[in-house]
């Protein structure tokens, strides 16, 4: 028991770590979005910086959920998880394809739904808790701004690349959420190791 207690001490240790070394990877990345939204406001909402800040704030997304990717692939190895092979390769964003008999490696593009499902699902999985998020409205929003950032980056016709007041509300919403999901997938993940190292310690008083 006592052993147990000490790794659990140890995957929250680690767990620390890695999301300090998480939000220093993400920080400049933050820091771009800040100030396109600051730059936004005080041009009088321009549509250069509206464009600048969704693309902004989808990248400072996508980096978040790589590197919780990356995360769980750490912890996963000091818990002796195993990850079956599709897991695997969505963790590496690699996939074994065959061709012409022969086994390649080509990339893995994960679309941003399965990407936010799937990056706290295995996260919790390398961790041994459960993981609750709710995928609703705010979730709903999240979608709609990475296709509003798609629909940016590849324009069909000239309206294609305008930003309207309903997209930057429902890019608000959608920060919002993944800001707060995030912080709650964390708290979700210390507490759950603490109340197990609580429960262990209680057993060894008795």
């Known amino acids: ?96 394809a065959k061709e012409n008999g022969a086994e390649k490696v080509r990339p893995l593009f994960l679309p941003l739904r399965d990407s936010v499902r799937q990056s706290y699902r295995l996260f919790g999985k390398a961790l041994g808790v459960q993981i609750a998020v709710d995928y609703g409205k705010g979730y709903q929003a999240l979608c709609a701004t990475f296709e509003v950032r798609n629909r940016l980056m590849h324009p069909k016709d000239p309206f294609s690349v305008e930003v309207r007041d309903s997209d930057l509300q429902t890019a608000n919403t959608a920060i919002a959420w993944f800001n707060k999901t995030q912080m709650d997938v964390v708290n979700q993940s210390k507490s759950q190791i603490g109340r197990r190292v609580e429960e262990l310690r209680s057993k060894l008083r008795r």
């Open 1 to 96: 028991m006592k052993a147990e207690i000490s790794t659990l001490l140890k995957r929250e240790q680690e767990l620390r770590r890695l999301i300090k070394l998480s939000a220093l990877t993400i920080r400049p990345l933050h820091a771009d979005f800040d100030y396109a939204v600051s730059q936004w406001r005080a041009s009088n909402k321009s549509q250069f910086w509206a464009r600048t800040s969704i693309r902004c704030m989808c990248a400072v997304i996508e980096a978040a959920l790589f590197t919780l990717r990356k995360m769980a692939e750490q912890l996963a190895l000091i818990n002796k998880v195993q990850f079956d092979q599709k897991e695997a390769e969505l963790l590496a964003e690699k996939r074994i």
